[in-house]
């Protein structure tokens, strides 16, 4: 099915669904394949954070076949990862959510910024390497625009 | 907006505090005269950061920052998430304790629907509807006060069980409630489309192709509305949804219109849904002994766990990853309402403030979902 | 005799004009304090209706049956601060509500209201020409919402105006024509057909038995004139926050409030004047203001019923409405009257 110009190892995950493992040069190729196949809808594109490398998990759902859903993981060791917006419109959101949240930095991507935190917040989250003990305050400057400091400021 | 001069625009910033932006959505709009030129969304002045805050408790624990995130439909959120951690578990919920998360999700689906079609007619200007729906949710959340004592954060389900049994009075309350809601759900939406002026309000407003719904990752009532007929419960059976008998609504209109037409059919199937619960919940124990009170902060994980289910606004997925420890090592949450928002500038563009409104009203945003 | 000249025959033993003067004062004082009670009155019965319609109780703490809960907002709205934005264009911000305010107290003054048993006629003033004053006051209205929209520096306050005075434009042709109509209906039996009360006394029949064309253009433009909900696009507060009203708080923003109850009121007892035969009925020497009012009331209950039953309608839709149905409709109802009068039915 899956035209062999590069390598994917194949397994199933714990519950039980189909996983691709593909390294990140070839993620793209991988994805543009697997719309071609009629994977049309990106559920969600999450990370995890182990340490020394960064798992990026992929679920796609194919719309023809009652949403089954396929799982592609690649992994990245300098928080580069090349964006896959130009084949589903709701990888925007998920990869600016990632950005923001794991400080992947997606190749490509049109219009990478902060999505729910502050623009401007210092460090990333869900990384488990974030100091949770420091407390950030988010301020607005004279143009209405937010900034974050670890100084409270006057509105606190 | 491109520099052109022969145009004055208006930037106009709708929200965070806003009487129709359910909660703290802001819109930066660029309006030409009444018409909206752009749309952009800026999210997460709720945000509480859960996913964080679940890697730092007990499995078990984890299940009340669910509950806060969907706060209007919080059952279905609790369900989403045990069917991802009992898988990465493996811990099986007796056969009752899935009959009766079927009962508490499906009249859950019924109050959040119901508070939607109330703040829909409050977004366009009809206040009247608001009080009938509220009036009907209100006996939802009797019957949940009554089953789990508390009205919308119930956390009521456990990992392997349920907090508390059915008994007898609450099967019959909740027959009660089933025998007489039919015919005011009929009222309520009579109250909506019988009325001209909501129907030239709603109808050919917001049309969304299926498939742009399906690469925004648009899912729920809004993706059925727009004739893709995408049900978890359908296409993925979680729970006992393969052995009740009910049908998924879609709608070919692709309008706001559909999507509340779509919604009132859904409530109309979940009451169905619950009265063949009713009549096949079996007897037996309403936990598992693996996961009683004393063991169940023991219980370890490893490996990683997608589980999807249908939440009131779509497809709500839970992707847990275990380190075999007692506590999740990352929790991530697949928010329908998030991905849903996410297709409000494409449907915005060139309409006027007031289509805008109903548009996004039509989305249904809880923002603890949203931003988590 | 009316009002006026009664209360100056009391006190004439201060003389001629001194009468006079204080005459013009003590009436000035009763009709604020009518229009002021009657709004309050209607402001305390919409909550009530409105509640009955919306299953709920409605004011019941203040007071007996929660009568004083107007006057207790009141006192609140007056005790507030006035909180004003920065960078507005202070004197018209600051007058903007007033003119509202008091172009529609004056509007009470020129309504005929009949005789009421031992008091003989109520009405206030005489004039030849009332009805040109009183659609001249209510005309000046939309210069106060406009005003109040674009020096509040508030970009709500802007688009809201503009969308109030462009209703009120599109509804204020049909709704002048309609009126011509009325005129000419009174001209062919009255010397003085601009008198209100002469439109009232010609009213053997209602008019809007005789033009029912022109009672529904005049209803709706009425409606569309008062923004009352389905039709207060200015101030929709589910897309501009509350419009024109955006940045008043305080004692200003209760008169804004007070308009728009007013202006229903005043529109619903113009409504009755006009079509409905105002004083005309049984007894009209005894109880003639009493059937004004119950009329009144009638179309103060059939608005708020719109009002708390319909959807807020979309602006373009609404505008275009006036300019493409009820234009033409007037001015075929200018044309059916002409044949009445001509045909000396009326």
Known sequence: MISLVYEIKE?????????????????????????????????????????????????????????????????????????????????????????????????????????????????????????????????????GNDYVSFDPGDGW | MESDLTHKYIELNMGPQHPSTHGVLRLKLTLDGETVKKVEPVIGYLHRNAEKICELDFYCDALIYFDRMDYVGAMNMEVGYLEAAEKLLNIEPPERVKWIRVIMAELNRIASHLVWAGAFGLDLGMLTPFFYVFEEREKVLNLFTEICGSRQETNYMSIGGVYQDFNDKIIYRIKEFLDEFPKKLEEIYNLFVKNDVFISRTKNIGILEPEVALSYGVTGPMLRASGVPYDVRKDEPYLVYDKVNFTVPISRKKDVLARFIVRFEEMRQSVKIVKQALEKLPDGPYFNPKARKSLMIRLRGEGDVFARTESTKGEFGVYIVGDGSVKPYRVHVRSPAFKNLSVLPYLSRDVLIADMVAISGSIDLVFGEVDR | MNLLTRIATILSFLGHYPAYILAYIIETLIVIIFATVVVAGMVYFFRKYMARVQMRIGPNRVGKFGILQVMADGLKLIQKESIMPQGRDDLPYKVAPLIIFIALIMGFIFIPYGPLAWLGTLTVTHSDVSLVILFALIAIMPIGELLSGIVSNNKYAVLGSL????????????????????????????????????????????????????????LISMAARASYSPFDMGESDSELVTGNTTEYSGLRFGMFYLGLFGTIFLGSMILSTLYLGGYNGPFVNYVGFIWLLIKTLVIVVISLTIWLSMPRVRIDKFVSFGWKYLLPISFINLVLTGFLVLGGIS
């Open chain 3, 163 to 218: 969308r109030g005075v462009a209703k009120d434009v599109s509804f204020e042709v049909p709704m002048m024509l309609s009126v011509l109509a009325i005129v000419m209906m009174a001209s062919a039996r009255n010397a003085s057909p601009l008198d209100l009360n002469g439109i009232v006394q010609a009213q053997n029949i209602p008019f809007a038995i005789l033009e029912p064309l022109g009672f529904f253009v005049f």
């Open chain 1, 11 to 143: 397994e199933t995950g714990k519950d039980g669904r189909k996983v691709y493992r593909i390294d990140r040069e070839h993620l793209l190729e991988l994805m543009g394949d697997l719309k071609k196949e009629g994977y049309d809808h990106l559920s969600l594109i999450s990370s995890v954070d182990f340490r020394d490398r960064i798992e990026v998990v992929y679920h796609l759902e194919k719309s023809s076949d009652n949403f089954s859903i396929i799982v592609v993981k690649t992994e990245t060791r300098d928080t580069h990862v090349p964006s896959v917006t130009s084949l589903w419109e709701s990888a925007n959101w998920d990869e600016r959510e990632q950005y923001d949240m794991m400080g992947i930095i997606f190749d490509g991507h049109p219009d990478l910024r902060r999505i729910l935190l502050p623009e401007g917040w210092i460090g990333y989250p869900l990384r488990k390497d974030y100091d949770m003990s420091k407390v950030q305050y988010v301020n607005m400057d004279e143009e």
